[in-house]
């Protein structure tokens, strides 16, 4: 955004392309509002700005301005509006005008060039051809003015070596070199045409110089990197390709003519003749069928003609054409088929190879670009040469230095600073993020955990009558520990009951142990890490994004100076929100950390918001081969959910399981609430949680009877909702439910209530 602020100049971004072509051309149209300067733009921000804080106080009665509590930058509050000359030196002295006027003078400059090479090449020069010399001086003393000019400070040999290490730099250097060698040829008699050609080779040059101007597109600068990549292979792959032009040239010349003496129908014959046959060009001459007398010379003394091959006595050609087509078909197949298609794919594997890079690499040239015409005069050639006598008359004569712009070294405040790194860390999460995603779903990875379950499962296979014995003697073994808990415990009891007390406490004994995520929640949380979702951009309902919060961040001990979350209650306006309503939010505090958003949300209520959730299992089957539990899908979450809801207590079920369920089915599951396990509670990561709002979840495991009255009605309500907006299912109690992270764990606590394997 900085780049294309210093691109555009004083002029708005927003301008369409074809208003500042015609205000280049007619000027006058920059005085009538056609075409817009930023400067403008910031002065109307400013004053809606001002506008707007009178209005908010005087509605409010405060005085804002006075106050201090708003900041105007100090860059703002001096502009005035751009008037008269000003404007017109503001839009000739905008890089991307003087990039176009460039562009326009180029192009003047290759048709005159044109005219002159092809009508107007006369003994002594005329008047075109003087002015296509003085338009090159101009060309060169702007070359020069890039060599020295060193803003930078960089010195002399430094800034040699960078203006050298350009290619574009190296194309305009080869391409003056070339012209004023074929100038001074030209000049001459004796050279005159020589010079011509030379003129005309100096004109492909400046040519391919052109390709620079498409350095600025997004869609054509990279691929201008990849033509450059792909013209060094070809470079080297044409040593490959001249082994087997030489190698078939030199055998049929030496088949076909016999003591050649002329050097250039040698070059044609071992040379030239075998490059041609790649592109479709197939001789008449390895074949006696086609011979004809009258288009060669037996002696070789007509210079137009080729030699003749060898006669015979009946003036027929005495070379073998079963050999000579031979070696042709040999050549075609190794040149034509092998070596082409192998170029081809060398392209194609350097244009994989370097189109992930294009994008970084076009960045650098188009900053060299804007760089370049940011310190450029405003006038093009040929007129720049005003601006070139300008230059020098100001540093040579009044010895004043070259003016060093600072637009491309930006000093950030402390506060746009702090919110840079903010933004800067956020962007390193999300890519890691994506980097883990991507890894995660490559085809290797998935290769690699498919082998190893199958290993794992060909492991279980081999010792299944070993594990089953050891699971039925660890099943025993439980049982036993839970009998002797209940039996000591049992004697405490009944030892306290009769009077005698020990001196110390006694221990605490449990037949079960503690389910996982039973506890507080935080250590969960911890373990689990700092929560993801509720970080997310946006939120449900809400106009504007979160606050975005890096993962450093997250923890309520670190410090965030420039931390400023929007608020978000729907019953509450951000504006009209008293003392007491902002003391009701401090006094609430997410447990797991900031999440870029304050107030009550999308929950019903501030600080913790209990939802139940229930994990109803039953039997696949008689057999009991398969442990089942009810799913629903969430549209919000667009995932696998178990049911539930917000609830005022945990010994009620939620009311939208009514709806969900069916009034028979809510009042029997009710009634069987307090018979239910506990399988997690405490804090978890939800979308619509926020710094003062949270949710706690409850999920209780019941198992449901599949002979009972109410498993027909179950399997019919299931299959009722297959197509509507809430779909229910039965799913496999196992480590491939797609569900979050706590349910998942509800479910394998789940499944090592009912021994089974998750």
């Not at 075609?332 to 192998?342: C, K, V």
């Not at 709806?659 to 809510?666: E, T």
Request: aromatic content about 12%.
């Amino acid at each position: 955004m900085l780049l294309t602020q210093i691109w555009c100049g004083e002029l708005a971004v927003e301008n369409p392309l074809w208003r500042v072509f015609l205000s280049m051309v007619f000027f006058p149209l920059i005085f009538t509002g056609f075409l817009g300067f930023r400067r403008d733009e910031v002065i109307q921000r400013e004053a809606q700005r001002t506008e707007d804080i009178i209005t908010m106080e005087t509605m409010t009665g405060s005085v804002w301005r006075t106050n201090g509590n708003t900041f105007e930058p100090p860059s703002t509050k001096q502009l005035q509006p751009l008037r008269g000359c000003s404007r017109l030196a503001s839009l000739y002295g905008s890089p991307l005008v003087k990039f176009y006027w460039n562009i326009l003078s180029y192009f003047g400059f290759l048709f005159l060039f044109a005219v002159v090479l092809m009508v107007d090449f006369q003994s002594a020069p005329s008047w075109l051809e003087v002015l296509l010399y003085i338009w090159l001086a101009t060309l060169v003393c702007e070359e020069v003015r890039q060599l020295f000019h060193d803003p930078d400070g960089f010195g002399f040999s430094k800034k040699a070596k960078i203006y050298i290490s350009d290619l574009w730099n190296i194309l305009d250097v080869l391409s003056i070199l070339l012209f004023i060698i074929g100038l001074a040829f030209r000049l001459t008699t004796e050279l005159f045409y020589a010079g011509k050609i030379l003129l005309c080779i100096d004109y492909i040059v400046f040519c391919l110089r052109l390709m620079a101007i498409f350095t600025i597109s997004k869609t054509l600068g990279p691929k201008i990197i990849i033509v450059k990549r792909m013209v060094m292979d070809l470079f080297f792959f044409m040593f490959l390709l001249s082994i087997w032009v030489v190698a078939y040239g030199v055998a049929k010349q030496g088949i076909l003519i016999h003591n050649e003496g002329r050097l250039d129908w040698i070059l044609r014959g071992a040379v030239y003749e075998p490059y041609l046959i790649i592109f479709g060009n197939v001789p008449t001459n390895i074949d006696n069928a086609e011979f004809d007398i009258e288009s060669c010379t037996i002696d070789g003394s007509n210079p137009l003609k080729p030699k003749c091959p060898l006669l015979n006595d009946h003036q027929m050609p005495a070379f073998p054409p079963w050999l000579t087509i031979f070696m042709l078909c040999v050549y075609l197949l190794f040149a034509n088929i092998l070596l082409l298609n192998l170029l081809i794919a060398i392209f194609n594997y350097t244009f994989q190879v370097v189109h992930d890079n294009t994008d970084s690499i076009w960045k650098f040239q188009r900053y060299e670009l804007i760089k370049e015409y940011h310190t450029r005069p405003a006038a093009p050639p040929p007129l720049i040469l005003f601006s070139h006598l300008y230059l020098l008359i100001r540093q040579a004569l009044l010895c004043r230095p070259a003016h060093k712009s600072s637009e491309f070294k930006v000093e950030l405040l402390q506060a746009e600073e702090e919110e840079l790194l903010s933004w800067e860390a956020l962007m390193k999460d999300n890519y890691l993020l994506s980097t883990r995603q991507e890894q995660s779903q490559s085809i290797e990875r998935r290769i690699n955990d498919t082998a190893q379950k199958v290993s794992t499962l060909a492991e279980g296979l081999e010792q299944d009558s070993s594990a089953a014995a050891v699971a039925k003697h660890l099943t025993r073994l439980e049982e036993q520990v839970s009998q002797s808990s209940k039996a000591l415990q049992w004697i405490m009891d009944s030892l306290q009951t009769q009077g005698l007390h020990a001196g110390e406490e006694p221990p605490q004994l449990t037949a079960e142990s503690e389910p996982p995520g039973a506890g507080s929640g935080e250590g969960e949380r911890e373990e689990a890490g700092f929560h993801v979702k509720a970080r997310l951009f946006s939120y449900p309902g809400a106009k504007g994004p979160r606050f975005p919060v890096p993962e450093e961040m997250v923890p309520w001990e670190v410090t965030f100076g420039s931390y400023d979350p929007p608020t978000y209650d729907p019953e509450e306006s951000e504006d009209c929100l008293d003392g007491s309503h902002r003391k009701a939010l401090e006094k609430h505090r997410n447990p797991g950390g900031r999440t870029g958003l304050i107030g009550r949300g999308a929950l019903p209520q501030l600080g913790a918001n209990p939802v139940l959730e229930l994990v109803l299992t039953r039997w696949r089957n008689q057999d009991r081969s398969a442990l089942e539990f009810l799913a629903v899908w969430d549209q919000f979450q667009e995932s696998w959910a178990l049911p539930g809801g917000p609830v005022q207590s945990e010994n009620h079920l939620p009311a939208a399981l009514e709806k969900m369920m069916g009034k028979q089915l809510y009042q029997y599951i009710q009634e069987k609430v307090e018979e239910g396990t506990k399988v997690f509670e405490g804090y978890v990561d939800d979308a619509r949680n926020t710094d003062n709002s949270w949710v706690e979840v409850t999920v209780l495991a019941l198992e449901l009877d599949r002979t009972g009255p109410l498993m027909t009605s179950i399997n019919l309500m299931v299959a009722h909702t297959r197509g509507s907006a809430e779909v229910l299912e039965w799913q496999e109690v196992s480590g491939r439910a797609r569900l979050s992270a706590y349910q998942r764990d509800s479910l394998l606590h789940v499944a090592e209530l009912h021994h089974r394997k998750f």
